[in-house]
C-alpha cells in the first residue's frame, strides 16, 4: 500500500515540478529516487530500472527517427 503511495505522490510530484518550468529528465530521476524509497528499493536497483526504461525510450526514439528519414 505504501508503494501505491509512492507512485501517487512522484505522479504528482513530476507533474508540479514540470509545470513549474523544470526539466523532465531531471524531475523523472527524482521521482524515481521517491518511488524507489517509498518501495524500500535498493539504491542500485532503483538506478538500474531507471536507466534501462530510458534507454528503452531512447532507441525507440531513434528508431522511429532513423525509419523517417529513410
Do not use: H, Q, R, T
Not at 6 to 32: E, P, Q
Not at 39 to 67: H, Q, R, T
Amino acid at each position: 500500500m505504501i508503494g501505491l503511495i509512492g507512485i501517487v505522490f512522484a505522479l504528482v510530484l513530476f507533474l508540479v515540478l514540470v509545470y513549474k518550468g523544470w526539466s523532465s529528465y531531471w524531475v523523472s530521476a527524482l521521482c524515481a529516487v521517491v518511488i524507489g524509497v517509498f518501495n524500500l528499493m535498493k539504491p542500485a536497483d532503483v538506478a538500474s530500472a531507471y536507466v534501462s526504461g530510458l534507454v528503452e525510450m531512447i532507441e525507440s526514439i531513434f528508431l522511429w527517427c532513423s525509419l523517417a528519414l529513410s
